[in-house]
């Protein structure tokens, strides 16, 4: 399993939470000392060798254990399908990556897929439905995949980026009613945020504007970054544009984990910024 950095590091609660789910469902992941991946929009975008380097360096350590990877992270997953599907179409590229790898006794031969978590938790869907013991009725979600999750299609090939579905399917699976609203496929802003904070907030604040209007009791998403724009953006975001935005934030594996009947300390809730009490509450979890 490839958590990255984020997950291990900032939020490891839904790293708990995403091995509970897992347990349940029946996927078997094993601990690879794998690096950072690296983020698919900072080191790229300036050095493009050395990302596929270090791609590949991630991608030989699941080679050397045979194992496929699954990633709970969009960034991540994309980064990884990313170098290895530009090394599968660039022999030149694959040589020159490893005469680099050489220096540390690694070669990458192509051996392994990248999966993840929600394509892989959406091919096991009937283990899905048959492990949730508390469905959430009455609980009305907003999904958000994320823009790594979708694209580029090229090598992404998880779900249509204009009019993505699979994590929609996913929610339902909960019990949940689908909240739609216009601009689902809109960035959250996180990545331009970090470089420029006015126009991500700006990008947030018609994301979070829609959300509203759709009535959503919470916004569910699987990607660590989306998940942080959400649950740590929204207080800056009502002082800066004086209007109180309060629709807190759940990684689709706590969703599952509640419905599948842990409780909110199992999987440390207490820990988000954007509190649920209240929808706990009236879940009567």
Not at 78 to 89: D, I, S, W
Not at 179 to 200: F, I, R
Not at 256 to 284: N, V, W
Request: aromatic fraction near 8%; charged fraction near 25%.
């Amino acid at each position: 399993m490839f958590e990255g950095c984020t997950i291990g590091n900032r939020i490891p609660f839904i790293e708990a939470a995403s091995r509970k789910v897992f347990e349940k469902v029946g996927i078997e992941t094993s601990q690879a000392p794998f690096t950072c991946c690296p983020d698919p929009t900072g080191l790229k975008s300036f050095d493009n060798d050395v990302w596929l380097t270090m791609g590949a360096l991630n991608l030989c350590i699941a080679e050397a254990e045979g194992k496929d990877i699954i990633s709970l992270c969009n960034g991540c997953t994309n980064t990884l399908r990313g170098v290895r599907h530009q090394l599968a179409h660039d022999s030149l590229m694959k040589e020159k990556v490893n005469k680099e790898l050489s220096k540390v006794g690694k070669e990458y031969k192509g051996t392994i897929d990248v999966k993840h978590f929600v394509d892989v938790l959406h091919d096991h869907l009937d283990k899905v439905k048959s492990a949730i013991s508390k469905p959430l009725s009455g609980l009305k979600v907003a999904v958000h995949p994320g823009c790594h999750y979708m694209r580029p299609a090229e090598w992404m090939e998880s779900d249509d980026p204009m009019r993505p579905k699979v994590l929609k399917e996913l929610v339902a699976a909960s019990g949940a009613t689908i909240a739609e609203y216009e601009e689902e496929v809109l960035c959250c802003g996180s990545a331009v945020t970090n470089a420029y904070e006015e126009h991500g907030m700006a990008n947030l604040k018609i994301k979070m504007d829609s959300i509203k209007r759709s009535g959503a009791d919470v916004v569910v998403v699987n990607c660590p970054a989306c998940f942080q724009q959400f649950d740590t953006k929204q207080r800056d975001l009502g002082k800066k544009y004086e209007t109180e935005y309060d629709i807190p934030v759940l990684y689709i594996t706590e969703l599952y984990a509640l419905a599948m009947g842990y409780s909110p300390d199992d999987i440390g809730l207490k820990f988000h910024r954007t509190r649920l009490k209240s929808i706990l509450e009236r879940l009567g979890l």
